[in-house]
DNA sequence: CAAGTGACGTAGA
DNA sequence: GTCTACGCCACTT
């Protein structure tokens, strides 16, 4: 996978241009790249990820819509919502508070 | 070239 | 509030 302007990497660009306590979801961030029913494809992009090592992708800042975590807990669900607890983001009731670190408050 | 897959999204019941 | 069904995209085999 060496391939240089792959849609993925575009996902990763992005998700890595995400500031620190601010969270997208996988529709925001395939919108933002021109695809917004390509929330699928940005969620396979994220997984990659899970097993790479170096990556420098903070992919914890990305949840599904509503601002819930669709990760599995084994997959990395755990650490995505300590690390964004970690990162001064509110939860509400399981869910990321989006009204509070969504794209534009 | 075709089919299958997956960390989604929305709508309806 | 919950669950089901369909549609969409990009990547792999």
């Keep these: 996978m060496g391939q240089g302007d792959s849609f993925f990497e575009q996902v990763y660009e992005l998700v890595r241009g995400i500031p620190e306590g601010r969270v997208l979801t996988y529709g925001q961030v395939a919108g933002l790249l021109g695809v917004p029913q390509g929330a699928r494809a940005v ?9 790479k090592r170096e990556h420098r992708v903070p992919w914890h800042r990305v949840v599904a819509a509503g601002g819930c975590i669709s990760l599995p807990a084994g997959a990395g669900g755990r650490r995505q919502r300590e690390r964004l607890r970690a990162e001064g ?5 399981g869910r990321v508070d989006l009204a509070r670190h969504g794209l534009e408050p």
Aim: glycine content about 22%; proline content about 0%; cysteine-free.
């Design 43 to 51: 969620g396979w992009a994220l997984h990659g990820l899970t097993s």
């Design 89 to 93: 983001v509110g939860f509400k009731r």
